[in-house]
């Protein structure tokens, strides 16, 4: 554990060096694909007309194998739909009839369910963290609906999308950038963790080792 992310890049780097492997707990899990698929099928659920939501999740179920210049062809010529869209579209229709009466974590649950996202991220490099990602999109929707009851708001569609829109907007710790977008911060057996303070909130390990112990205040 360190304090900026500045610092556990370099830590990650020095350990691979030593031929240690290591994974950083990294910011920019709603610009993952996982994230930009749910981000777009939200909005799309919002507004079926959004036409960015609807490229976006046309071009990450990969066209409906009819490639972008089809796809961009029949958008062109006026098409509602193409190929590529029923393969989600259908899902997300179905959903929107019992948006208003779900809680933000059941309408991303929802999401993930219509979009059968759990295989597509399976498929994808990297599998494991992106469906590990998939659980931190769930813990998200569950932190903006505690939220709200916090703060005896209610809780809307639109108001996820403001919420998840916010974790990507930069602050500054330290002089060290922070974003709250977190990925997930797992890594398997054969790897060290490297993560700052503020990122291991209730997460535990066999072994901790604490860094930046001469920092000043």
Not at 104 to 127: I, Q
């Amino acid at each position: 554990l360190v304090l900026t992310n500045k610092e556990a890049d370099c830590l990650a780097t020095a350990l691979a060096s030593l031929g240690l492997r290591a994974t950083v707990a990294r910011t920019g899990l709603m610009g993952t694909p996982e994230g930009v698929m749910t981000a777009a099928a939200l909005r799309y659920l919002l507004d079926p007309e959004d036409s960015l939501a609807i490229a976006e999740l046309e071009a990450l179920h990969g066209w409906g194998d009819a490639g972008p210049d089809a796809w961009l062809s029949a958008r062109l010529a006026g098409s509602a739909h193409s190929p590529s869209a029923s393969s989600w579209r259908t899902g997300l229709d179905a959903l929107r009839d019992a948006a208003r009466v779900l809680s933000p974590r059941e309408l991303v649950e929802g999401v993930l369910v219509a979009l059968d996202l759990a295989t597509l991220a399976a498929r994808w490099p990297n599998a494991p963290l992106r469906l590990a990602n998939l659980d931190a999109l769930r813990k998200f929707a569950s932190v903006y609906e505690q939220r709200c009851i916090d703060d005896g708001e209610g809780c809307s569609l639109a108001g996820l999308l403001r919420f998840l829109n916010n974790l990507t907007r930069v602050s500054y710790r330290h002089g060290d950038e922070r974003r709250a977008d977190e990925q997930h911060a797992g890594g398997d057996d054969g790897a060290v963790t490297v993560m700052t303070y503020h990122r291991s909130k209730g997460l535990e390990w066999p072994v901790v080792i604490l860094g930046s112990l001469d920092s000043k205040p």
